[in-house]
């Protein structure tokens, strides 16, 4: 599928999602014409408040990370109805809550480099594009409209790997370590865009750096943090690449049951 298709069904799911009635994906009750959740699952989400979450154990190169909350509930609801059954109508108020996470992951002045953790191709064929991308994006409009410098760099790339249902910490581990990897010239897009944030606005005539804007933070995101494999795994393969990660964000973290390694 081109990306111009991706766009375009997309589109048309979220044109259907506001015209036509149906149960709200957070709730399951009816919700309330032309929007993409009930007003009581919009006012839930909204107050979300992020915060630090780690697993236990934490893994390895795992950077602090923030979530809006845990992965149950009308929030659990939300991120698989955006994820696995189409309704991309949430991506906008799930990307806002994203935004959230990351401000609080990586708070300052300093530019905001958002690097999704990546769909398999077949994954994202089947979820009609990659739903850690669109909410990265929706993210980055969020923040921008806030003040802040932000932009998302696609860095990683994810061969085919394992369903991580039912994998223990050290399974999910090895299967992110063996199929991410860094994106050819992830390092010069960063730097590229260090450099245009550097250039303030002409002042007589002469390009100026700014001394406020410099090297940005670059924050992995991830819609839920269960072992903090992935995560892990994208900051040692971006690293090895060049690219320093300082923080990571996500919407929800996974509360496991066991406190003993897997």
Known sequence: MTLRQSVGMRLLSTLADL???????????????????????????????????????????????????????????????????GRHGLVTPLGERLAASVAAAAPGERPLVLVPAPATARAARRRRGDHMVSLSRAAVARLRSAGRRAAVVRGLHSAPRPDS?????????????????????VARVVADLTTMWDVAPKSAGRAVKSPIFGTPSVVVVDDVVTTGATIAAACQVLAQAGVHVDA????????RRSRRPA
Do not use: F, M
Request: hydrophobic share 40%.
């Open 19 to 85: 015209a036509l009635p149906a149960p709200c994906p957070g709730c399951w009750r009816t919700r309330e014409w032309r929007a993409p959740l009930c007003g009581d699952c919009t006012a839930e989400l909204a107050a979300a408040a992020p915060r630090p979450v780690r697993p236990d154990p934490p893994p390895r190169d795992l950077p602090p990370c923030h979530a809006i909350g845990a992965y149950h509930g009308v929030l659990r609801e939300l991120i698989n109805a955006c994820k696995e059954r």
């Open 248 to 255: 990571a964000a996500v919407l929800a973290a996974t509360q």
């Open 165 to 185: 249902a039912g994998l223990g910490a050290a399974d999910r581990a090895a299967a992110a370590r063996a199929t991410l990897s860094a994106r050819s010239g």
